[in-house]
T-cell receptor, first 116, second 114 residues
Framework: GAGVSQSPSNKVTEKGKDVELRCDPISGHTALYWYRQSLGQGLEFLIYFQGNSAPDKSGLPSDRFSAERTGGSVSTLTIQRTQQEDSAVYLC??????????????FGAGTRLSVL | AQKVTQAQTEISVVEKEDVTLDCVYETRDTTYYLFWYKQPPSGELVFLIRRNSFDEQNEISGRYSWNFQKSTSSFNFTITASQVVDSAVYFCALSGNTGNQFYFGTGTSLTVIP
């Protein structure tokens, strides 16, 4: 019955370091989304997973960003060689079904990433 | 293009006033869905409503109501008799029937002053 869980809640890192952000979706949800929310901005789509299908990576801003979803459940977003412009809140959402529009996405509280 | 515009960046109202948050969307899809989410200071977006493009009936849920007008591509959200707990950032979002993306507006920050 738990909601979407993200960890860590806050991450401070030095420029050039790699970081991993974790998302535990709601149990039984087949679809999982990652978004980035910069200060004062809307949500920027990053990547979408649906079941065992190939992920939709069309929103990843550069090849420094990658994500995996293991066993159709937990997902990890990895940012390599972090830059200051990567500082943002990274939000994860899951939904029961993956079909567009039928989704109601349930969001985690996010990971606030600060790159010094 | 798929796009959501929330022109109101910040709104402040005094408690018990009514307030309307505007949302205008653009889409080429004939079938699409519109959403409103609330993001309180805790940061977790909370789902409020989903409306599909074939259903233009307005909806009321307690103090919340939504006005969907396809003719003006708008899906506005009204809070009646606002309360301090309504203070949050509100996002409007669009999902079409092509692709997997949801398109979010930039949000409207609502402050309800006691």
């Amino acid at each position: 019955g738990a909601g979407v869980s993200q960890s860590p809640s806050n991450k401070v890192t030095e420029k050039g370091k790699d970081v991993e952000l974790r998302c535990d979706p709601i149990s039984g949800h087949t679809a999982l989304y990652w978004y980035r929310q910069s200060l004062g901005q809307g949500l920027e789509f990053l990547i979408y997973f649906q079941g065992n299908s190939a992920p939709d990576k069309s929103g990843l801003p550069s090849d420094r960003f990658s994500a995996e979803r293991t066993g159709g459940s937990v997902s990890t977003l990895t940012i390599q060689r972090t830059q200051q412009e990567d500082s943002a809140v990274y939000l994860c959402a899951s939904s029961l079904y993956g079909r567009q529009g039928t989704n109601i996405q349930y969001f985690g509280a996010g990971t606030r990433l600060s790159v010094l | 293009a798929q796009k959501v515009t929330q022109a109101q960046t910040e709104i402040s109202v005094v408690e018990k006033e009514d307030v309307t948050l505007d949302c205008v969307y653009e889409t080429r899809d004939t079938t699409y869905y519109l959403f409103w989410y609330k993001q309180p200071p805790s940061g977790e977006l909370v789902f409020l409503i989903r409306r599909n493009s074939f259903d233009e009936q307005n909806e009321i849920s307690g103090r919340y109501s939504w006005n969907f007008q396809k003719s003006t591509s708008s899906f506005n959200f009204t809070i009646t008799a606002s309360q301090v707990v309504d203070s949050a950032v509100y996002f409007c979002a669009l999902s079409g029937n092509t692709g997997n993306q949801f398109y979010f507006g930039t949000g409207t920050s609502l402050t309800v002053i006691p």
